[in-house]
């Protein structure tokens, strides 16, 4: 099996399609010394200090927010009967769909040999990373007792109790935490070689250190690079049907349940194709700023916005198919519950969110058909944003409404969220940016070793080499 | 002559397409100790320096066996032995329940398997390595591509081996201490 593995894709086959997934005129040393003088070199752009200087105001906010929290309890969150859910709940699962891109990007992407993932798949991965954190984050604050989780787990303890296997909720914490995990490893396994070449050219004797360390002695033989590519595609293979167990497992959260508008064999599919759609979206968000401020246009061109704007409304049709079978289902279903809550959804006191919903996610993307859409990096910027915004009202829509009321009128109720609710919120983004900005500054954003095998010299001469 | 305090002999390269030759070369003209470093993975190196297929897949596969019994097992045991408990009649080992969690398991040690097999394999972290104490080792991170045949070869030798080393059009060959 071995024999056949290639190496990640982007050996450059020769490609004319224009525009190129890298610019012309680079070589080994120039794709190596611009991305690790990011790093190295120093002095970081103003954007970069005025954005990590706003993040970490919104840490100190998201810190506020969780000290008051664990002194006063969950009650300072607008969640009651019979909204018991609220911004934790939605707030998750947005969290985790964005988390979903980074290693479809990593996983999928490679094994389908698209070479142009190589220069967005690192710092997707990093922000898969992050945004994992920020969704863990909410279940463990909703606990009431977040110094108890350990209780989820199963472990040998004095009240000779197991967790229940049956629940969505459990497998939901062996999902995520492996997830993490997965995350972690293939990030970490990626940047070993980058990590080895800024231990190499690092000038200054702390980061020699720092760099030395985490590249645990890598080298570069020819027998590691075999293993290495080998592990790589191993868990490129298991990473795959991961993320798409993981949502599958968030939205049996809910699909396990009999509220109305939760009970949908749509919701594993349906929460899929979201989370892509919402992960590239913020791929997007995050990629368009950072090739204009370090000047990485070479690298991340104009190609692969094109290509995550395809995907972007590929999946955001996918989702919209959601969005009429859900509305069909409670019609056809001829259940008065069901029907009643798609009626609720549409006319209630939550329909403007529900039409914002449709206007951001169903109809803002079909703008992508356009090419001069597509190749315009403001509109994608936009349109990117809007699709955020549209995924968190979708969690929004799925959980309020259906909870808010149910089967008997007697315990309807109305949910809104607290200042607490909204500050802990604007403080996970605050933490995401702060993250997303100290791994900038201070890891490659774009893979290195993997943008050496793109550039021309490298195919050229390999191509050679096969002759004899 | 062993020189004792001699690792072998490193001539480096200035493309992928040159070392590959180089590789192939040395492979042919008897020398099986050797091992050579470069910037990016090269497939035709595997063949070119005759190097074994990885046992890595059987690692990863180990460890997704492992995970799977494990997750399927503690389930099991705590829903049917340690404590049953009758929820509505529905059978004490419903397996179907227990799927997701022993995929995710199987995933999770298959991983860990994977990255620690290959971690280990390869011996790292490894503190100290010999190829280091070569200046211009440090651009094999960078653009160059670099052969060492050991010392420890059966045919290595100093002078043969160096001047055999050069006809293959290295810039340059370079002593590695111990």
Known sequence: MSESIERPPGEGRGRVTP?????????????????????????????????????????????TAVSYLFAKGVGIWGVNQPVGWGFDIINFVWWIGIGHAGTL????????????????????????LFAVACALLYP???????????????????????????????????????????????????????????????????????????AMGWRGSALHWHRYETAYLLLAGLATPLVISVHTVVSLDFATSIIPGWHATIFPPYFVAGAIYAGFAMVLILAIPLR????????????????????????????????VIEAFFAWYSGNPYEGYMILNRMKGPYAPMYWSLLLCNLAAPQLLWFKRVRSSP??????????????????YVIVVTSLHRDFLPSSWGMYSGTIWDWSTFVGTIGLFLALMFLFIRFLPM??????????????VEAEAGKKK | MRDPRLYGLMAEFDGP???????????????????????????????????????????????????????????????????????????LASWPAFIPITFELTVLFASLFAVFGML??????????????????????????????????PRFDREKTRRFLSSLGAREVSEVEE
Not at chain 1, 156 to 177: E, G, K
Not at chain 1, 302 to 316: D, S, V, W, Y
Not at chain 2, 23 to 43: L, N, Q, S, V
Request: with cysteine; proline share 7%; aromatic share 14%.
């Open chain 2, 17 to 91: 397409g040159a070392l590959v030759a180089a590789a192939r070369r040395a492979h042919g003209e008897g020398y099986r100790k050797m091992d050579a470093y470069t910037p990016f993975p090269i497939h035709e190196l595997t063949e070119a320096l005759g190097l074994r297929r990885t046992r890595l897949p059987l690692v990863a596969l180990t460890g997704g066996i492992l995970g799977c019994a494990t997750g399927l097992g503690i389930q099991w045991f705590s829903s049917v032995v340690h404590y049953p408990l009758n929820v509505g009649g529905k059978p």
């Open chain 1, 140 to 214: 463990l604050m909703h606990l009431g007792r977040p110094w108890l989780f350990y209780w989820l787990i199963p472990y040998p303890n004095s009240m000779a109790l197991w967790p229940q296997w049956r629940s969505p909720l459990i497998w939901d914490v062996f999902a995520v935490s492996t997830y993490a995990t997965v995350s972690f490893l293939f990030w970490f396994v990626g940047l070993l070689p980058d990590l080895a070449t800024l231990r190499d050219r690092a000038t200054k004797k702390p980061a020699q250190i720092l760099y030395g360390m985490l």
């Open chain 1, 378 to 395: 403001p509109m994608l910027f936009v349109i990117s944003l809007i699709v955020s915004i549209g995924m968190w009202i979708e969690r």
């Open chain 1, 446 to 459: 774009i893979s290195i070793f993997e943008m050496r095998t793109l550039v021309p010299e490298a195919a």
């Open chain 1, 292 to 323: 204009a401020v370090y000047g990485l246009q070479d690298f991340i061109t104009m190609r692969h916005l094109q290509n995550m704007a395809k995907i972007l409304l590929a999946t955001g049709l996918i989702v919209g198919y959601g969005y």
């Open chain 1, 19 to 63: 525009p190129p997934i890298i610019e012309p005129g680079h070589t080994f040393a120039s794709v190596t010394d611009k991305i690790s003088a990011i790093v190295l070199g120093g002095r970081q752009p103003l954007f970069w200090v005025l954005g990590f200087f706003v993040a970490f105001l919104l840490v100190l906010v998201f810190l």
């Open chain 2, 120 to 153: 280990g394999l390869n011996g790292l972290p490894m503190p100290y390595h010999p190829v280091f104490n070569v200046p211009r080792f440090a651009l094999a991170s960078r653009d160059r591509f670099f052969l060492c045949v050991e010392a420890k070869d």
């Open chain 1, 105 to 128: 990007i990593s996983a999928i992407l490679l094994l389908l040999r698209q070479d142009w993932r190589t220069s967005i798949n690192r710092f997707a991965e990093a922000m898969t």
